[in-house]
Antibody
Framework: EVQLVQSGAEVKKPGESLRISCKASGYRFTYYWISWVRQMPGKGLEWMGR????????NYSPSFQGHVTISADKSISTAYLQWSSLKASDTAMYYC?????????????WGQGTLVTVSS | DIQMTQSPSSLSASVGDRVTITCRASQNISNYLNWYQQKPGKAPKLLIYAASSLQSGVPSRFSGSGSGTDFTLTISSLQPEDFATYYC??????????FGGGTKVEI
């Protein structure tokens, strides 16, 4: 079974750093890109960026470029999303999702989500 | 960026109703359009890909249509488990995927 399992909820203070993870199983990790999606409380879905685990090539939505870093460790089939200095506005649910091998790029499956709360 | 506009933003319907949700792209995206369902407290789930292809395991009462800039998600006979929020997503520009604002389907 193809699965993405994300790390647990985090509570952080503004200015702190954070890395959350997304562990893949049930398929060849390096064959499929991983995307990250943000969902702020009560709001819609926002695509943040993606990584190709085979070579760690990344690209980001302009809205998130420079604010987060996406990385991957193919030896443990895990993708990461990290912040160097969190803000209260980073409070949200974050999902990872696998991009299809098709050129149509749909996202499936999704991880269960990681809730990040940033508060002083 | 390509903008995706969904309508309505919310709707009220009853079990057994036929429900239609529309999604409009700010430019031609061919059939690079996917639909997701999200229930409260859960991750989104893929329903339809490439505008009209039903994801494996998704009930046949869900269907998608459209091409170019205008797309539709139809639920032919609404079931209790279909009350959720639905999102469209364009994947025409692979360097910047965008979602619609969502449509909440309520009782």
């Amino acid at each position: 079974e193809v699965q993405l399992v994300q790390s647990g909820a985090e509570v952080k203070k503004p200015g702190e750093s954070l890395r959350i993870s997304c562990k893949a199983s049930g398929y060849r990790f390096t064959y499929y890109w991983i995307s990250w999606v943000r969902q702020m409380p009560g709001k819609g879905l926002e695509w943040m960026g993606r990584i190709d685990p085979s070579d760690s090539y990344t690209n980001y939505s302009p809205s998130f470029q420079g604010h987060v870093t996406i990385s991957a460790d193919k030896s443990i089939s895990t993708a990461y999303l990290q912040w160097s200095s969190l803000k209260a506005s980073d409070t949200a649910m974050y999902y990872c999702a696998r991009r299809s091998s098709s050129s149509k790029n749909w996202l499936d499956p999704w991880g269960q989500g990681t809730l990040v709360t940033v508060s002083s | 960026d390509i903008q995706m506009t969904q309508s309505p933003s919310s709707l009220s319907a009853s079990v057994g109703d036929r429900v239609t949700i529309t999604c409009r792209a700010s430019q031609n995206i061919s059939n690079y359009l996917n639909w997701y369902q999200q229930k409260p407290g859960k991750a989104p789930k893929l329903l339809i890909y490439a505008a009209s292809s039903l994801q494996s395991g998704v009930p046949s009462r869900f269907s998608g249509s459209g091409s170019g800039t205008d797309f539709t998600l139809t639920i032919s006979s609404l079931q209790p488990e279909d009350f959720a929020t639905y999102y469209c997503q364009q994947t025409y520009t692979t360097l910047s995927l965008t979602f619609g604002g969502g449509t909440k389907v309520e009782i």
